[in-house]
């Protein structure tokens, strides 16, 4: 296993407001919906997973928009020793078939609702990690990141003289 867990997330934005996942867990807090790469799964696929598996909602997995790295190892307060260093890569997605947000069946632990929480409303929230202001530089600006991923690639040809 590597020490670095990748986690992919999606970013949807509809209305001014952001789809967040509500967790009450020693107090209420949001996440965007993601979770962690499954062995043999491409980053968009486990995207479109992990906010399937969390929101009920099946997305187009658009542009990789941001990445954040949570390192335990080098924050000093609460964290606990055995949380893992991970990659989050944030991607723009946008809802398939109009179809509506909704807590799942079968939630993860203290998942406790699926809300749309408006931009402007962001700071007045605890959501984790905290990228407020950054999902906001992000609709403000639509900035991207190139994700390129290799088996989209033109093999390579070498000519020999």
Known sequence: MSHVRIRCT??????????????DDNGIHYN?????????????????REVLEETTVQVDVGPLVLIYEFTPHKQSGD??????????????????????PRLPDFPDQHQSAVKWIPLDELDSILLIPNINQQIKNYVNHKGSIDLIEDYRLDKLRLELN
């Open 10 to 23: 999606g970013l949807i934005i509809e209305h001014n407001s952001v789809l967040l996942v509500e967790y």
């Open 32 to 48: 965007l919906p993601g979770g962690g790469l499954e062995p043999g799964e491409t980053i968009m696929e486990g995207v479109a």
């Open 79 to 100: 964290y606990k020793l055995n949380e893992q260093h991970s990659l989050h890569l944030i991607f723009e997605c946008k809802i398939k078939n109009n179809s509506k």
